[in-house]
């Protein structure tokens, strides 16, 4: 049982940063495990941008390595993704994603657009 709340998105240039952040908001005694950011481009599958354990362990798609950075404040409950760099390419719905009891739970999504 997970709420989920993306900020950050909007519109940038591209080579300019934003940075997501993802509140959670869980009313279980399980604790949420793994969260992540998602993004969905038009006309396209969504696709996993970056990953973060509890531990702080972290994966990142190939195509943002060296750009964005995932974190995760686990007293606030929330984790953000630095993006700079930004192309045109990212640009797209971004999800926050979370697990909890091995359910998959999802924010309602922020628009990033870049422009060229």
């Known amino acids: 049982q997970v709420q989920l709340r993306e900020s950050g998105g909007g519109l940038v240039q591209a080579g300019g940063s934003l940075r997501l952040s993802c509140a959670s908001f869980s009313g279980s005694a399980f604790r949420i495990n793994a969260m992540g950011w998602y993004r969905q481009a038009p006309g396209k599958q969504r696709e996993v941008v970056a990953g973060?354990?509890?531990?702080?362990?972290?994966n990142y798609a190939d195509s943002v390595k060296g750009r964005f950075t995932i974190s995760r404040d686990n007293a606030k409950n929330t984790i953000y993704l630095q993006m700079n760099s930004l192309k045109p390419e990212d640009t797209g719905v971004y999800y926050c994603n979370a697990n909890q009891a091995g359910l998959n739970y999802w924010g309602q999504g922020t628009q990033v657009t870049v422009s060229s």
């Open positions: 973060i354990t509890r531990g702080g362990s972290t």
